[in-house]
């Protein structure tokens, strides 16, 4: 298991490095992409990024839950969650079987 996380800011230094534009204009960008896939989610569409996966929105109906503690009932609201379903090239990427999807110069 990784000992890191990647952060936004991990993600906007390697558009700076690759692309080469500046560092808030990368931050920007990252923001905006991360935005735009909030905003499709909240809408109720799926996400999907070739040679990554599916972001989808499911509904998830009100049921019954127990307190751990006490054994009491307790009613679950019903909710909207997210769901992620890698793609199979994803899945063969980190398992190490083929090379990334759009390899680097």
Known sequence: MADRNITRTDLAEVVYQEVRLLRAEAAGLI?????????TLEAGEDVK??????????QKGQR??????????????????????????????????????????
């Open 31 to 39: 923001g905006q992409v991360i935005e735009e896939i909030c905003a």
């Open 49 to 58: 990024l070739s040679s990554f996966g599916v972001f989808t929105v499911r």
């Open 64 to 105: 019954v839950g127990r307190n751990p503690k006490t054994r009491a009932a307790v009613p679950i609201e019903p909710r909207r969650v997210v769901t992620f379903h890698a793609s199979n090239i994803l899945k063969a990427y980190v398992n190490g079987h083929k090379s990334p999807a759009q390899p680097r110069d």
